[in-house]
């Protein structure tokens, strides 16, 4: 189990370990330091002390040696370099004094050792460093037995803290827990810790973004009823027209509407799964690959081109740039460039004009439909793109959905859509494409 507080919990008090591993550290160093001074003045005043001492001749009182407390080694030399005193002879020291302060290693460790001539001698006061380092060591260990002591009392503590901080995104998982599917309200930010705003803010965003993706549903859903009502109400009719059909010929023409009436609803069921199927954020995202606009366009003319010849349609390529080419969908490409062209001969009358061209413009390469038909007035243009919307005064059949599935499309590949009127005389429909890199 990740626990975040278990994780800030361990963390805080790694941090304290090694805190206070850096903190006796120091404070071993800084207590090595004073207690060198200070060891370093009693070697030169325990020196000092022997000068009126006389060390040879008649009647004089040997020197008695140190405490073993102590752990000095005392060496004397006359002034001939003869040592006249050593307080243990199996210490293994120089048998020549350096003057002043010295450290010496020998095979017993390192000694810090003091030298003065003193009248006619010369008196040498050794002493171990390993004593210096172990009651550096004991200080620094002092210093730090009482914070060692208290780091389960730190440790509750901040196991304490962390949950009083946590507390407000324990209330905030609380709340999202306890909604309903369909409550999207935004998330309150009262309370909640500046750490966690960023989070809010992004739930309360894709709360918005659910609530305008379950609207557009609904809004779908009651078009597509709406829209489908009419052609099953009119296939109903002529299947009963077929059914109180009295003669063969009278029963043809009925089958044949009724044949002409399913076609419509195939067409609709077909561009509404079509549309749902591109509508941004629905399903896998499909694999870019790079696609050629003009290959593009070849190909969905030559899809194009039958019923374009049964309805008297002059469709064909004005510009072709085979250079141009951007990231894209394949098969959802095609669908845009299959709809725009369906669209231009659906909606121009007989023996008119339908040309596609591709070119570079303002960096980007654009895919343009123009049609010699009716056109959409300027006010109108915009909302041609809005599903199930048919133009007044339209007497071609339709679902209304083309142009809607060219949006969408296009606003996956973030390609601009422009209308205006085409040189042909009726409408130009253009899309921009970024290049593919």
């Known amino acids: 189990?990740?626990?975040?507080?278990?994780?800030?919990?361990?963390?805080?008090?790694?941090?304290?370990?090694?805190?206070?591993?850096?903190?006796?550290?120091?404070?071993?160093?800084?207590?090595?330091?004073?207690?060198?001074?200070?060891?370093?003045?009693?070697?030169?005043?325990?020196?000092?002390?022997?000068?009126?001492?006389?060390?040879?001749?008649?009647?004089?009182?040997?020197?008695?040696?140190?405490?073993?407390?102590?752990?000095?080694?005392?060496?004397?030399?006359?002034?001939?370099?003869?040592?006249?005193?050593?307080?243990?002879?199996?210490?293994?020291?120089?048998?020549?004094?350096?003057?002043?302060?010295?450290?010496?290693?020998?095979?017993?460790?390192?000694?810090?050792?003091?030298?003065?001539?003193?009248?006619?001698?010369?008196?040498?006061?050794?002493?171990?460093?390993?004593?210096?380092?172990?009651?550096?060591?004991?200080?620094?260990?002092?210093?730090?037995?009482?914070?060692?002591?208290?780091?389960p009392l730190l440790g509750a503590l901040i196991w304490f803290l962390v949950g009083r901080g946590l507390r407000p995104l324990e209330r905030l998982a609380r709340e999202v827990a306890t909604r309903r599917a369909d409550s999207l309200d935004a998330l309150p930010l009262a309370g909640i810790p500046d750490e966690a705003r960023p989070l809010v803010r992004a739930l309360n965003e894709l709360l918005e973004q659910l609530r305008h993706a379950m609207s557009a549903q609904r809004a779908f859903v009651a078009d597509a009823a709406h829209e489908l009502r009419t052609p099953l109400a009119a296939l109903q009719i002529q299947l009963q027209l077929c059914e109180r059909a009295r003669d063969d010929a009278t029963r043809a023409a009925a089958l044949g509407e009724l044949r002409t009436g399913l076609g419509r609803a195939t067409h609709l069921v077909q561009q509404l799964l079509t549309l749902a199927r591109e509508e941004p954020g629905e399903g896998v995202a499909a694999r870019r690959e790079r696609v050629v606009l003009a290959e593009l366009a070849r190909k969905s003319l030559a899809d194009h081109a039958a019923l374009a010849g049964e309805r008297g349609i002059d469709l064909g390529a004005e510009l072709l740039d085979d250079g141009l080419a951007t990231m894209g969908e394949a098969a959802a490409l095609r669908t845009l460039a299959g709809n725009l062209i369906d669209n231009a001969v659906r909606y121009t009358p007989r023996g008119g004009r339908v040309d596609v061209s591709v070119g570079q413009d303002e960096g980007r390469y654009w895919l343009r439909v123009d049609d010699s038909g009716p056109g959409i007035p300027p006010e109108e243009r915009e909302r041609v793109l809005d599903r199930f919307y048919r133009p007044a005064g339209q007497e071609e059949s339709g679902s209304g959905l083309g142009l809607a599935i060219v949006r969408s499309i296009a606003l996956r590949h973030e390609a601009p859509i422009v209308l205006n009127a085409s040189p042909l005389g009726g409408l130009r429909i253009a899309v921009g494409f970024r290049p593919a890199v």
């Not at 460790?109 to 390993?130: C, F, K, N, T």
């Open 1 to 151: 189990m990740n626990s975040l507080r278990r994780t800030l919990v361990l963390s805080l008090l790694g941090a304290l370990v090694l805190v206070f591993a850096l903190g006796g550290v120091a404070t071993y160093r800084m207590a090595h330091s004073e207690i060198d001074a200070l060891m370093d003045y009693n070697l030169r005043q325990f020196a000092l002390s022997l000068r009126d001492r006389r060390f040879a001749g008649p009647n004089v009182a040997p020197l008695a040696p140190p405490e073993e407390s102590l752990d000095l080694v005392i060496q004397i030399w006359d002034d001939t370099g003869v040592r006249l005193y050593l307080s243990h002879p199996h210490t293994a020291l120089p048998a020549r004094a350096q003057l002043g302060y010295t450290t010496v290693t020998t095979s017993e460790g390192d000694w810090r050792v003091y030298s003065i001539p003193l009248l006619d001698h010369v008196i040498q006061i050794a002493q171990p460093m390993a004593v210096r380092s172990r009651l550096a060591a004991t200080a620094a260990l002092r210093t730090l037995i009482p914070l060692i002591a208290l780091t």
